[in-house]
């Protein structure tokens, strides 16, 4: 069982560059939040899915899109990016009439 | 609206003393309270919740936290520190409406051998 993974750990991006952020869940969870995490502060909310095909912004959503095509998979776009997205990003999932989310590893990005 | 607090934005403790986070909250609602941990260059784990049940939770690696309505306070405690504890620790309430949760600005323990 992986839980949630995270597509790529690692990316140094250009300003004005795009990328797409992967997420996939193995849970068959219908929650899930896509979360940033700027050095030495919590976690925001970007964007979450309360199942495929719906999805709502969170706190901070400028700048970031997603999609919900399947339970699975829920992919963060940038679509040009700004140095003021450096940041780590967390995927994150949780089950109907649960709170508990599980995390993924974290995907480091870098913009310059 | 809901928020946290998170007292202190570091502790110090050596290795074998107790070990107290600090955490205060602000919810329009019957909260979900959590405490995650984060090691470096890790993702985050649960470590414990509250969810209306027993006010005193216990959690994995020897950790609880006590819910205290009156207080608005959640705060983390071990009775004995190990080294393999220091880490960032992050106090969440939920939003039960649309599941979202409001994160702590986090405590840093570290722990003195």
């Known amino acids: 069982n992986a839980g949630v993974t995270q597509t790529p750990k690692f990316r140094i991006l250009k300003i004005g560059q795009s990328m797409t952020l992967q997420c996939t869940q193995d849970?068959?969870?219908?929650?899930m939040y896509w979360y940033r995490q700027d050095p030495g502060m919590g976690l925001k909310l970007i964007y979450y899915?309360?199942?495929?095909?719906?999805?709502d912004k969170g706190e901070v959503p400028n700048g970031y899109n997603v999609s919900r095509s399947t339970t699975e998979d829920f992919p963060l776009r940038l679509e040009l990016a700004a140095p003021s997205q450096t940041s780590v990003y967390f995927c994150?999932?949780?089950?109907?009439?649960?709170?508990?989310?599980?995390f993924g590893p974290g995907t480091r990005l870098l913009v310059l | 609206a809901q928020s946290v607090t998170q007292l202190d934005s570091h502790v110090s403790v050596s290795e074998g003393t107790p070990v107290l986070l600090r955490c205060n909250y602000s919810?329009?609602?019957?909260?979900?309270l959590f405490w995650y941990v984060q090691h470096p260059n890790k993702g985050l784990q649960l470590l414990l919740k509250?969810?209306?049940?027993?006010?005193l939770v216990k959690g994995i690696n020897g950790f609880e936290a006590e819910f205290k309505k009156s207080e608005t306070s959640f705060h983390l405690t071990k009775p004995s520190a190990h080294m393999s504890d220091a880490a960032e620790y992050f106090c969440?309430?939920?939003?039960?409406?649309?599941?979202?949760?409001?994160f702590g600005s986090g405590t840093r323990l570290q722990v003195q051998p």
């Open positions: 919810s329009s609602y019957s909260p979900s």
């Open positions: 899915s309360v199942g495929a095909g719906i999805t």
């Open positions: 509250y969810t209306s049940a027993a006010t």
């Open positions: 969440v309430v939920s939003d039960t409406g649309r599941r979202a949760l409001t």
């Open positions: 849970m068959n969870h219908n929650y």
């Open positions: 994150a999932s949780s089950g109907q009439g649960q709170e508990t989310q599980y």
